[in-house]
T-cell receptor, first 110, second 113 residues
Framework: DGGITQSPKYLFRKEGQNVTLSCEQN?????MYWYRQDPGQGLRLIYY???????QKGDIAEGYSVSREKKESFPLTVTSAQKNPTAFYLC?????????FGEGSRLTVL | SQKIEQNSEALNIQEGKTATLTCNYT??????LQWYRQDPGRGPVFLLL?????KEKRKERLKVTFDTTLKQSLFHITASQPADSATYLC????????????FGSGTRLQVQP
């Protein structure tokens, strides 16, 4: 089946540790995105990439980093510089404007 | 600053009635507007896209209107069912030259049997 796979689904991290969230798609989409969602709130854009080896900061990029070495993959690293990393993270890919989302990764900082 | 506003209060309706959700935006003139459905703990699912030159769009029991003068979109679900209970998000391309969507905070719909 074609789609977007995020892993892990749940992740616990100690303060001061970096953690990397995986996002893989087999839809052959050029564009990929990372959003963050906090309880009762909408999605906020962290980073996006329109093409391999290129990416742009979104509205809340501080404390996060990404890479886009392959068309299929767009991993997100939550660094220790992110002050409030506990959230639900959503990856998406796009063609013709419509976004296809993964099932999300829930990160909890202990 | 540019903003998208959706009613943060949950909308409760009886099964069979029409649900109407509102999305208002400020300052920017988007090329298109989209609606998504999100169930608890899941990723959003695309429902409909309407372009700036379209007034209305339909898909089965769903209807979306787009008034660029009022800067408002209305999302209707006719003959609502309990299975329609979810949070509905509107999204726009809010920044010129940035090919990424900005989302509203969503409105939770609860359809009572």
């Amino acid at each position: 089946d074609g789609g977007i796979t995020q892993s892990p689904k749940y992740l616990f991290r100690k303060e001061g540790q970096n953690v990397t969230l995986s996002c893989e798609q087999n839809l052959n989409h050029d564009a990929m995105y990372w959003y963050r969602q906090d309880p009762g709130q909408g999605l906020r854009l962290i980073y996006y990439s329109q093409i391999v080896n290129d990416f742009q900061k979104g509205d809340i990029a501080e404390g996060y980093s990404v890479s886009r070495e392959k068309k299929e993959s767009f991993p997100l690293t939550v660094t220790s510089a992110q002050k409030n990393p506990t959230a639900f993270y959503l990856c998406a890919s796009s063609i013709a404007g419509e976004l296809f989302f993964g099932e999300g990764s829930r990160l909890t900082v202990l | 600053s540019q903003k998208i506003e959706q009613n943060s209060e949950a909308l409760n309706i009886q099964e069979g009635k029409t649900a109407t959700l509102t999305c208002n935006y400020t300052n920017y003139s988007p090329a298109y507007l989209q609606w998504y459905r999100q169930d608890p703990g899941r990723g959003p699912v695309f429902l409909l896209l309407i372009r700036e030159n379209e007034k209305e769009k339909r898909k089965e029991r769903l209807k979306v209107t787009f008034d660029t003068t009022l800067k408002q979109s209305l999302f209707h679900i006719t003959a609502s069912q309990p299975a329609d209970s979810a949070t509905y998000l509107c999204a726009l391309d809010m920044e010129a030259g940035r090919r990424a969507l900005t989302f509203g905070s969503g409105t939770r719909l609860q359809v009572q049997p």
